[in-house]
């Protein structure tokens, strides 16, 4: 059987990020699990990225068709704002860190952890719901699915602002932390666009559906920007190219910049963090 549009971009899908799910494995390697960094949520989007597109490959190959495996590979595609932006999370983090890796903050930045976790919850229940046979639970899940998304969009507008509170204290962030402040800066816009997009995908139809039939209920101005009846030009654009974007940014920061040296230097640590300093 040959693969369509949507099928073809998910093969694109797999051979673009089996790379950097290697690549994301040393990065978690070299810094670590348990600092928190953000990288491992590197690690958890290009793993929801590979397994997506192999689903979904496979459902298009598959006879007869398997319902399960589409929306298991779609379910998967509409999760993977999360992981990007609790990745952005955790490198804001860490750049709030003392020179002798102390963390700060860490209960409002746990708390817009779980944010993001909860909006996550919210979508994959929503599209559970949407995908079974009862009516009030296709109501219930595309209202659960909106909220999460919702979720998603006040996060990211709480990144930006803690982004440009950073900007405001550069003086007092470490070395190499200030590189990476920059290319988390660059990744921003590239997330925005990413985020408009499940904003319109998901408001696009008021139900979860893998057929065309959906469309009857498609608000017009939003039906091009369906997840699975939308114009696959948008998909490639607003999606596919603006994540693998940030994958790139994040990946080159990790591999280039030498954060752990910002630990490793008392004079360092002095010159950046002047005795004068506003305490937090």
Known sequence: MSLDSHGVLAAVTIAMYVPFLLLSIKIVSKYGIARGDGWVFLLIFCIIRVLGGILLVAAEEVTPVNTSLYIGGYALEASGLSPLLLCTLGLLHSILRTPDGFPRHQRPFRLLQILGTVA?????????????????????????????????????????????????????????????????????????????????????????????????????????????????????????????????????????????????????????????????
């Open 120 to 280: 996550l919850i919210l979508v994959i229940i929503g599209i559970t719901d949407e995908t079974s046979s009862s009516s009030s639970s296709n109501s219930q899940g595309n209202t659960m699915r909106r909220v999460g998304v919702i979720l998603f969009t006040v996060l990211y507008v709480m990144l930006v602002g803690i982004c440009l509170y950073l900007w405001t204290q550069i003086r007092f962030v470490m070395r190499y932390r200030k590189q990476l402040l920059k290319a988390i800066s660059i990744a921003l816009p590239f997330l925005a666009i990413r985020t408009l997009y499940s904003i319109l995908s998901t408001f696009s139809s008021s139900s979860f559906s893998l057929t065309s039939t959906s469309t009857t209920s498609d608000t017009s101005d939003l039906a091009k920007f369906n997840l699975f009846t939308g114009e696959w030009q948008i998909y490639l654009v607003m999606e596919m190219l603006m994540e693998y974007a940030i994958v790139i940014i994040y990946s080159v920061a990790a591999l280039v910049l030498p954060l752990n040296e910002d630990y490793k230097s008392s004079d360092l640590a002095q010159d950046e963090y002047p005795s004068d300093r506003p305490q937090y």
